[in-house]
């Protein structure tokens, strides 16, 4: 299958389209420049093409620009997305003087993509760290995946199974997204305290 990892020339774009070369994806890497996707794309045996073009060629999207970006790229590339999936994995937080906090906004940045887009939107892989998902191996943890669409969360599930050794699990409907872009910053603020990368393991599921 063939997957769009848009800004995927920045930290977890890369981490995550090198995880899914690995996992046997055909994997296109956009970027706002083509010169820039073209280069990133050739460290990890990808292809590289502007936003739009990487959009138009793709059965999966993954929206990975910087999380502020998310939802303006969204809205550009609408026409090349078309009913395309799209995978949401941004989070927005607030640094403030007492810790990392989620920012206020009623609905998740998911939700408001999917407002913007006639494609499925799923949300997911918000806890996986680019460090984490960069290394040789596959990280050892669980990775939470929502969404209204039955046949495209099917298919990011699948993806998030391969990018991780540990389990991809369905957490519910899109307005799930909310508390799981949240949680993102629970974890850099558990970062920060344990100088870790954390990631999530769910107990009692088989
Ligand atoms: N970092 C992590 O550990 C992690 C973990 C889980 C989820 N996430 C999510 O993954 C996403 C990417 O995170 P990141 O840390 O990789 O971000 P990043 O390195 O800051 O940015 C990623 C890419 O976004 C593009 N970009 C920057 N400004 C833009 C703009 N104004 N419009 C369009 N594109 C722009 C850039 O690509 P070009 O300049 O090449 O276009 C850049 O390489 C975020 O939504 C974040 O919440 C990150």
Redesign the pocket.
């Known amino acids: 299958m063939k997957v769009a990892v848009i ?9 995550l389209a090198k995880r899914l070369v690995t996992a046997g994806y055909d994997v296109v890497v ?4 083509a010169e ?2 073209r280069a990133t794309a050739a460290e990890i045996g990808a292809e590289g093409a502007t ?1 739009a073009d990487a959009a138009g060629a793709a059965e999966l999207v993954v ?8 939802l ?2 969204a809205r550009e590339l609408r026409e090349a997305i078309g009913t395309t999936p799209v995978l949401s ?5 607030r640094f403030t003087p007492a810790g990392v906090l989620p920012t206020p906004e009623a609905t998740s940045i998911a939700e408001r993509i999917q407002a913007e887009l006639d494609a499925p939107v799923i949300a997911g ?7 984490n ?1 960069g290394g040789d191996e596959a990280p050892d943890e669980d990775t939470l995946v929502c969404g209204d669409d039955a046949d495209a969360k099917a298919l990011v599930l699948e993806l998030a199974g391969r990018v991780t050794s540990g389990r991809a699990i369905d957490a519910g409907p899109l307005a799930s997204a909310r508390s799981l872009e949240g949680m ?1 910053a629970v974890i850099v603020n558990v970062n920060k305290r344990y100088r870790a990368h954390a990631g999530l393991r769910i107990t009692g599921v088989s």
């Not at 994995?89 to 937080?93: I, N, T, W, Y």
């Open positions: 800004g995927g020339t920045g930290s977890f774009g890369t981490a956009g970027s706002r420049d820039r996707a936003n929206l990975a620009t910087k999380a502020d970006a998310a303006e790229t994995v941004a989070a927005e937080l892989l918000h806890s996986l760290a680019a460090a998902l993102t």
